[in-house]
């Protein structure tokens, strides 16, 4: 019994994470229309960009954590106004082909500079090891990603639902031409979401290291998990990419606890059963117009 | 001149073959007489040439764009591998067309979901199903060998008369053979009014369901025959190199794959043939500038094609031979300019 919540409490940290990292995501591929394979790298430059500050300077974590956040978005934001958003017109192929491309690229430029072997972030104390609440086994570091990811995903809907940004962006989605015709700024507000996006998965990155694992190849390995969360998730709420996180973080730790022999099979075969079941993910409307 | 005719004219016209096709065929067959130390190259590059064929039928002809066409390439390489392992059909032609058939199956089976759904769900979905045969391969790896692979392949000679030799020599030569009857029967199939449709499809299948074409049926056909394609490539993966892994289905391979049909164009069968040699020149230059690093020049040229533009980079390419053809013969563009497809 304890076990099973222990996999539980293990799940939820996990789906929480996935959520941070690909929530981004969920914004230029679901609302925005546009195939972002390169999301990955985000996150990891986030991730590096952490372990430098943290092994390399002696920073302390938690003051990390903000500047792995702000040098993934300006990363992004760069990116975003010289070279994505030139792309957005055009077809999902040339989009595919360009992200791949940015995948690569990023795969052997941080294997040149950093080495191809896995690293870790020197954690403080408090974060180590867990402790046992009515007999459940809860590690503290899963626990910190809980709250922060909680705490990231309540900010989000409350801005998205209730500031004036959130309505400008909610109305650029829904119909950009009508949208710029009222004055609100379209491109403006897609380079911000954009480059906040990549900044939470630079944070997500960041995070990651110690559950994930993060090498060069992180963009590739997790790129699936993005992608599942956001085409299952669907696109019209925040919401729903939260729960298909969940759902995929719980599905993962239960999977590789009780059939590890059957390994990243669960997962792949329950996106292709919803994808089938439903092609426009379980919560939503159609992600691709 | 109706209408009708005119098209069925200039459908006509473009199966007819080129003097500009028989000296293609001609450079590739002199390329095996005149580089007898480069076999083992120019038999990848066929190769190659044959899987970017495959995903040319689907992506440049049905506009499918599938992440995941390894899986089919894999199935073969693992069938014609786990054939000749355990002697269960030793000629290597039979066990080619047996494993061809195979990926056929499962091009078939995984057909019906592909076709469901838009652009995004077909990408997870083919991008799915090659990560599930992956997991699978490592699963079983009592039957292939998990992460070493398939060892000790041994094949038997082609047709029980010409042995495998160490130089690749019968390997190139049956691997072109393979290559040029399967190019035939794409170069018939594509010019055909089954194919036409295909193309009719790719550019508004709305439009194509209403002037009557049943738009799932032959996608779902065009999916199955490129299967078999991408089977075959992959079992003449193994017969010519006697091994088969894990990394049969990896991502890169699918990924690598559309770098190399985007290279040669879409939407015209030379588009593979072309991008193949390119590619793979790339490829040498590359890792002999950085051993280890040639996959960022690899992203680069992708990020450099897509940003200057798939057509208008085409363009730049057939400037100088349009202007020789113009020039010699008198007439306009002669070599094809591939079709867009957005």
């Known amino acids: 019994m304890t076990a099973i919540l222990t996999n539980l409490f293990d799940g939820v940290a996990y789906g929480m994470l996935l959520f941070v990292l690909a929530c981004g995501l969920a914004v230029t591929l679901g609302l925005m229309n546009f195939v972002n394979l390169a999301h990955g790298a985000f996150a990891m430059a986030g991730g590096y960009v952490c372990m430098v500050l943290v092994n390399r300077m002696g920073w302390p974590f938690f003051a990390a954590l903000p500047l792995a956040f702000v040098s993934s978005a300006a990363i992004g934001i760069v990116l975003e106004r010289t070279l994505y958003r030139h792309l957005y017109a055009r077809s999902h192929l040339d989009q595919v082909l360009f992200t791949i491309g940015l995948t690569f690229m990023s795969v052997a430029a941080v294997d040149y500079i950093q080495g191809s072997s896995r690293v870790f972030i020197n954690l403080p104390a408090a974060l180590q090891g867990q402790f046992d609440l009515f007999g459940v086994g809860i590690g503290r570091y899963r626990l910190m990603i809980i709250v922060i990811c909680g705490l990231l995903t309540i900010g989000l809907q409350l801005v998205l639902a209730k500031t004036r940004f959130g309505s400008r962006l909610r109305a650029a989605v829904d119909d950009p031409r009508a949208a710029s015709g009222l004055g609100i700024n379209v491109p403006q507000v897609f380079a911000f979401t954009f480059a906040f996006g990549c900044g939470l998965a630079g944070l997500g990155g960041a995070l990651s290291a110690e559950i994930l694992g993060l090498d060069p190849y992180f963009p590739l390995k997790f790129m699936i998990y993005f992608l599942i969360v956001v085409t299952v998730g669907g696109s019209s709420s925040i919401t729903g990419p939260f729960l298909a996180s969940l759902l995929l973080g719980i599905g993962d730790v239960a999977g590789k606890y009780y059939v590890p022999k059957m390994g990243p099979f669960v997962i792949y075969t329950m996106m292709i059963v919803i994808l089938i079941w439903r092609p426009n993910g379980l919560f939503g409307r159609t992600a691709a117009r | ?342």
């Open chain 2, 1 to 342: 001149m109706s209408a009708a005719s005119d098209v069925g004219h200039s459908a006509q016209r473009q199966a007819r073959w080129h003097f500009g096709e028989v000296a293609f065929w001609l450079v590739v067959l002199a390329c095996g007489f005149a580089f007898p130390s480069r076999y083992l190259i120019m038999t990848d590059i066929l190769r190659l040439a044959l899987f970017t064929m495959s995903l040319d039928l689907i992506l440049g002809y049905a506009g499918i764009v599938s992440l995941g066409h390894a899986a089919f390439f894999g199935v073969g390489a693992y069938a014609a591998g786990l054939l000749a392992l355990h002697g269960i059909i030793n000629e290597p032609v039979l066990a080619l067309v047996v494993a061809g058939l195979a990926a056929m199956v499962l091009g078939f089976a995984t057909s019906f979901l592909v076709i469901r759904g838009v652009d995004l769900t077909r990408l997870m979905v083919t991008l799915g199903i090659a990560l599930l045969l992956e997991a699978l391969a490592e699963r079983f790896s009592n039957i292939t060998g998990g992460t070493d692979g398939l060892q000790g392949i041994e094949m038997q000679p082609i047709l029980g008369q010409i042995p495998f030799d160490m130089f690749g020599k019968a390997g190139f030569f049956y691997s072109l053979t393979v290559l040029f009857l399967l190019f035939l029967f794409a170069r018939r199939v594509v010019h055909s009014p089954f194919g036409l449709s295909l193309r009719a499809i790719k550019n508004n299948p709305l439009r194509a369901a209403a002037i009557g074409i049943p738009v799932n049926r032959r996608l779902i056909a065009i999916y199955t025959l490129a299967a078999f394609y991408a089977g075959i490539a992959g079992a003449l993966f193994t017969q010519t190199t006697a091994i088969a892994s894990l990394d049969v289905f990896a991502f890169e391979r699918s990924a690598d794959l559309m770098l190399v049909l985007v290279i040669g164009g879409t939407g015209y069968l030379y588009g593979g043939l072309i991008g193949a040699v390119i590619f793979r020149m790339l490829q040498e230059l590359f890792s002999t500038i950085t051993p280890q690093y040639w996959q960022f020049w690899i992203g680069l040229v992708l990020v450099v094609i897509v940003l200057v533009g798939r057509q208008r980079l085409h363009r730049w390419v057939l400037y100088v031979p349009n202007l020789v053809i113009k020039q010699v013969a008198g007439r306009k563009a002669v070599v094809a300019v591939p079709e867009s497809d957005s």
